[in-house]
């Protein structure tokens, strides 16, 4: 029986630990599997290994490798040019392999071509013990070279800069000589690899990383069905350093997919490619999930990122009525404050001493700060509060950390025993903000020893991991999930954790925001962590604790490279949040309340109001959030009724599933104010229609008509929520 027992448990651990996918939200690419052919070069493995480091790299063509090639060497066709009487078989001369040789006892070689042709540069390999000229006819003009005794078993190149096509080309010298090998370069040079699908299939999204320089001057993406007949579908920036997704609208059905490099005729020159990915319309994010009836309203979902006084340096206690807390109550519920560990502690041994702190000595780390009197007045404000403990290299580095598991587990039991316990002023912490620069390991264990902690003293208390994504193993952030958690370090956790920004890369390679429905947008990467709690974590829900876009407006300006306006971040923040709630995202959190007080860099314009210089005024954005808070706050997300490139289109209903309200836009990119007609199904009665934002100060009141099963209204890019009667 003790045998048998021991079986069963044997088999029971490996079950339970085979059951644990640590890439299960990766989509993978269409052309993973595929037989992929070059046309010279090694490391092909590179190119679809998903490392955007490694790479294949191509041979040289030049100076010889490219004479041997049927697609680039003119004199390997002899079907296009006649030999003298005399040379008629002297083929060796014309076979590419540069060690075989033909006599020319005569002195003289004469080549005729049958039509004019193009010839960039010609290579020659002689013996010879007197100078043999070669003279070059073209069409318009002649050549005439030299090769020398002195240059002797040498592959010689010729370079024509004239567009004009050959006719012939004459060899003679006042002696016999040997004529290894000649050769001419008719076009451009070329480089590709071809991906065999193994079966046709549906493309729609292109990812590649293919910096290549200046002596690449051109990549094309063609596609065929029996790798004869190709069509051109992209074209690809050789100076782009970026990973870069093209979208191919609308989706294609091949089966082979090539890659084309085209080269300067320069000595040495190759073309490489450091990854090649292949998805369907979806990408590498994967076919959204189909929605399910919200369980939190939208209010109980919209949160906003703030710090300590919101912005004021000083304590929230200090601040006047209807600014701070009580200002952004208007356009949220859920707050999130960055919690940074070394305001509590200098080194991971000592106490945060939170009972001094009350006494108002500040903690064991700053003796002016008290953390109750701030949460209290961000609660009492109608806010739930995230308290995201901030930890990395500059403030409190990875190495101060040496019984990691227990002085984590310490600092996350004092927390959760003093901020949720008897009377809770935080509802959920966060272990980390992004400390993808952290030692790895170091962060496993705190999280497993920290998530024990807030547990240990909480049953309530939601504890979420550091951001992390799921779609991309080798992201240049460092941020990919399996590098954070695994089973060991997850039991305490109560959902999953990101950051997602609506950025991408376009053809040169420079980062720039899109609209949020674009399927290039980071927002469709909820899929991916879903797939991967329902694999790994028994489907606990997911949190987006930022997400936002930069903008000018409230007196900053906004310059750099990710910069919508005022009113697209109106707009596209609102579609965005609306699309993160219809996802089934438990909780979003807009970054950032106000514009950051620097220079304009990245996220330092994401602000609801300007900054503290400008006077803190509100931002078109700030009234979009408004009116959806107003608006929506008390109904959850019922359905889809529309998600397509015409429009988007969702029903939200109160607590007994009524639909109440209605909200429809077009995904659009630009020119937001256009109108267009669309039909929506259903036969709903609208009491009211209401504009989210407006590039003026007069609102313009949606046209609509209503009939038996639609409701057909003009739309555009701005949302319009409708209320039904």
Not at 414 to 420: A, E, N
Not at 523 to 528: F, P
Not at 537 to 551: A, H, K, M, N
């Amino acid at each position: 029986m003790r045998i048998l027992i021991t079986i069963l448990f044997i088999i029971s651990f490996h079950i339970s630990f085979g059951q644990w996918n640590a890439d299960a939200g990766i989509v993978s690419p269409l052309n993973s599997k595929a037989k992929v052919e070059v046309t010279s070069g090694e490391n092909v493995v590179a190119i679809t290994d998903g490392d955007r480091d490694s790479y294949w790299e191509s041979t040289s063509p030049l100076p010889e490798k490219y004479i041997l090639r049927n697609d680039l060497n003119l004199f390997l066709n002899r079907t296009k040019y006649d030999l003298d009487y005399n040379n008629r078989f002297t083929t060796n001369a014309f076979d590419g392999i540069t060690s075989s040789k033909s006599e020319i006892t005569s002195g003289s070689l004469i080549i005729k071509f049958k039509a004019p042709e193009a010839l960039l540069l010609l290579s020659i390999k002689i013996n010879t013990k007197d100078t043999v000229w070669i003279k070059v006819e073209t069409l318009k003009k002649q050549f005439v070279f030299s090769y020398a005794p002195t240059e002797n078993y040498h592959l010689k190149t010729f370079e024509f800069k004239s567009s004009d096509e050959v006719i012939s080309i004459n060899l003679t010298s006042i002696s016999s000589f040997e004529v290894f090998e000649i050769a001419g370069l008719h076009s451009l040079l070329k480089e590709e690899v071809i991906f065999d699908l193994l079966k046709e299939s549906r493309i729609g999204w292109i990812g590649s990383r293919h910096y290549n320089g200046k002596g690449v001057v051109s990549i094309s993406v063609l596609v065929s069905s029996n790798k004869t007949h190709w069509k051109e579908v992209a074209k690809l920036n050789p100076q782009a350093t970026a990973f870069v997704p093209t979208l191919l609208t609308p989706e294609i059905t091949a089966r082979y997919i090539k890659v084309s490099f085209t080269l300067k005729p320069v000595l040495y020159q190759k073309a490489k490619l450091h990854e090649f990915e292949v998805y369907d319309k979806y990408g590498p994010f994967g076919t959204p999930p189909q929605p399910a009836l919200a369980t939190r309203t939208y209010g109980q979902s919209m949160g906003i990122n703030a710090i300590w006084g919101w912005g004021y340096s000083v304590s929230s206690t200090e601040l006047k009525k209807d600014i701070g807390a009580q200002m952004f109550q208007r356009v949220a519920k859920l707050a999130r404050n960055y919690h940074g560990i070394d305001w509590d502690i200098l080194k991971p041994t000592d106490d945060p001493n939170y009972q001094k702190m009350v006494q108002g000595n500040g903690t064991t780390a700053t003796t002016w700060i008290n953390w109750d009197t701030e949460y209290r007045i961000w609660k009492n404000a109608g806010f739930s509060i995230d308290a995201c403990i901030m930890f990395n290299n500059n403030q409190f580095p990875d190495t101060l950390w040496k019984n990691t598991v227990m002085e984590s587990y310490n600092y996350g039991a004092s927390f959760s025993k003093h901020f949720s316990q008897s009377s809770p002023l935080v509802s959920i912490v966060e272990i980390g903000n992004e400390p993808w620069e952290y030692s790895k390991p170091v962060y496993k264990d705190i999280l497993t020893g920290m998530s024990k902690g807030f547990r240990t003293n909480s049953k309530e208390l939601i504890i979420l991991p550091c951001a992390t994504q799921a779609y991309v193993k080798n992201s240049v952030l460092g941020n990919y999930i399996s590098k954070y958690l695994n089973r060991k370090n997850t039991g305490n956790l109560s959902g999953l954790n990101t950051h997602i920004y609506s950025y991408t890369y376009n053809y040169d390679g420079d980062r720039i925001a899109v609209n949020p429905e674009d399927p290039r947008s980071e927002v469709w990467s909820i899929n991916n962590l879903h797939t991967f709690s329902k694999s790994n974590l028994s489907d606990i829900p997911v949190y987006v604790t930022e997400f936002g876009f930069d903008s000018h407006g409230g007196g900053d300006d906004c310059t750099h490279a990710v910069c919508v306006s005022e009113f697209e971040q109106a707009i596209y923040g609102a579609r965005m949040a609306l699309i993160l709630y219809r996802l089934g995202t438990e909780q979003f959190y807009w970054y950032f309340f106000s514009n950051v007080d620097y220079t304009s860099m990245l996220h330092n314009r994401s602000g609801l109001i300007s900054s503290y210089s400008k006077g803190f005024e509100k931002k078109k954005s700030f009234f979009s959030f408004e009116l959806l808070q107003e608006q929506l706050g008390n109904y959850y997300f019922h359905s889809i009724i529309m998600e397509n490139e015409e429009a988007y289109v969702y029903a939200f209903s109160d607590e007994n599933g009524r639909v109440k309200r209605i909200i429809a836009w077009r995904p659009t990119s630009e020119n937001h104010e256009k109108n267009v007609w669309v039909d929506i199904p259903g036969s709903y009665v609208i009491e009211e229609a209401i504009p989210l934002a407006s590039t003026s100060d007069e609102i313009s009141i949606p046209s609509y008509v209503r009939s038996v099963n639609s409701l057909k209204i003009s739309l555009n890019g701005i949302p319009i929520i409708l209320l039904v009667k």
